[in-house]
């Protein structure tokens, strides 16, 4: 990923590489430490890879091995890890922006889950209008403008125009996320466009935040059950709004490998009769 001569050159960049040696040696312990753990089936990634290496022991172009498996680890945690935060950040924003959605999601939380002690995933079914907010805040903040680079492996042809093999293809995700022909308002905050007549969360083929096709984001499933419980919980438990004094929203997003909202202010009251305890608001 990074020339080689970086890595002999003094600088900042320096901490990165240091980083990245302490994220590899977490990762090897947790892979010996599932070596060394008692025989079982599968229970996650790190055991079904090591049960892989196994079974391809004998196939001289297999690629499953342990460094990998490390590499694939490390891809899982980078790619999911600054796009749900930035994701959940947004959605901290809009709901401080759109205080009538914020009020409508905790009065379906509280109505659907009552008393029970926590959120959990399968309560989704459950909670159409909070799905649908959760959905309008990846479609509009659309953290990943253009997906992975891409090449074509053979000559085809797209929507009639010759791709030779060999071609790079960078897929504009943000193109599909605000075609006004796929969304009735493509640049307004509108949990309606993941809604039918009768309030039950419809999902829209044009929804591809985590772009499409066999090279689509492989921790999609983890982000979406990480984005909900974040977002249910804290919308459960708190009431989000500007400090006292505080200046409006900064929507203007910063352009870099995501496009991440500006450092701002979020107060977080906590709600009558939440389930989590605590007088005290909190700055996010």
Known sequence: MFP?????????????????????????????RHKLGAPEAPKDFISCY???????MDDPVSTFNEENLIQVVIDLFLGGTDTTAT?????????????????????????????????????????????????????????????AVRQCVTSTRVCGYPMPKGTIILPNLASVLYDPECWETPRQFNPGHFLDKDGNFVVNEAFLPFSAGHRMCPGDQLARMELFLMFATLLRNFRLQLPEGSPRLKLEYIFGGTLQPQPQDICAVPRLGSPSPGPRAECL
Do not use: N
């Open 4 to 32: 080689w001569p970086l890595r002999h050159l003094p600088g900042p960049h320096q901490e990165m590489f240091r980083h990245q040696k302490a994220v590899k040696g977490f990762i090897r312990q947790e892979i010996m």
């Open 50 to 56: 090591l049960a892989q290496i196994t079974k391809a």
């Open 87 to 147: 994701t959940l950040r947004w959605a901290l924003i809009l709901m401080v922006q759109h205080r009538d959605v914020q009020e409508r999601v905790q009065q379906e939380l509280d109505e659907v889950l009552g008393a029970a002690s926590a959120v959990c995933y399968e309560d989704r079914e459950r909670l159409p209008y909070t799905c649908a907010v959760l959905h309008e805040v990846q479609r509009l903040s659309s953290v990943v403008t253009v997906g």
